[in-house]
DNA sequence: TTCAAATTAGAGTCATCACTCAAATATCGA
DNA sequence: TCGATATTTGAGTGATGACTCTAATTTGAA
């Protein structure tokens, strides 16, 4: 992978490969599948990448990095400034959106690698939301704080899952109603 | 099938393919694998189901229905109790919780019947729900009431997935907090 | 006890899976 | 332009997928 043609045929096969995770799962993911898609053949796909398993790996880093974005912001964002974010993922990459909850369910089951990779990513991500809720109410004690970004975020991954299923499902929506523990009246 | 060994040997099979979807995903949910867990050849597997679909198939059914027990009490439930009842799927029956988490992701890509029923039953539940808190909160108006409900229904879906993946996950409290609307001080 | 029908056994079919390989071709630094 | 090396081609490998078929065995109603 020295050339100009190199890097695009990997591109193109990353391309295929993220499109097809969120369209058709795990399960559809075939080298025939993502080859065909990215019209490339599979010696092709094997002089760039060692297996299958390596292709989604790259693809799945993508999408658990962009879910948590401007990392050296972190220590700084607001709660809201959190879930606006997670909004724009779920609906500006939706792509890796898809790929980001297929890898969730499917993808940890049987590979302890990323299953490991997740729940470490999960910890990150509730650790980071419990920091804002401590940033604006530092009246919480630490304990119930963060069992409040769990629930948040288990929550907002639900919001998620729904909206892979159902496009016209408003996650926005949804999302900032969460947030704003509007969910019934006190 | 109208000897007691045929109806033992369905059960057998149908245990197994409840087991391994919510273990290994549809992914790892093949003829041989049901077979050998059940202690059955593929003669006997295809004496008493059509095709390895008819059999998943009957499981999600299964997983669909449990979500929403004793329908004979729709129209009198509190939120509360459809909560709690949610808690008891997911920690008690948490096989067909698996089932169903699996199913929503990864069965509703390719198979356009399984998602047709998953929306369905998605639906009915929203519903439900809302049906709940006009109830108990006569005086939110109806598009609040059903986007409240659609919300509830989500994110307990969320609070699901992550049970799931992480059997140490807490499902019954962050349900609780959720319904109490204590994600986030007001 | 008999026997038609249900069930099980288990080898076999065909398609598709991930992956390989040797030969042909394209690329680009020197 | 040359030539070492990257890239592409595309047929081919063995393993495994869902599913079938025939023969043997078991079942239970009459």
Known sequence: MRYKAGLETRDRILDATRRLIAEAGLEGTTIKA???????????FYN????KEQAI???????IEAVDPDPEHLGKDTLAALVEAYIVFITEQSDLAGVYIAIAVSGTRNNPDLRERFLRHHERRVTRFAAAIEREHPEIEAGARSRRAETLVSALNGIALHRVLDPRFDAAAHSRALLNGALIPL
């Open 48 to 51: 760039l990448f060692d297996s």
């Open 34 to 44: 993502i080859c065909d898609r990215a019209e490339v053949l599979p010696g092709s």
């Open 57 to 63: 790996v790259t693809v799945v880093r993508e999408a």
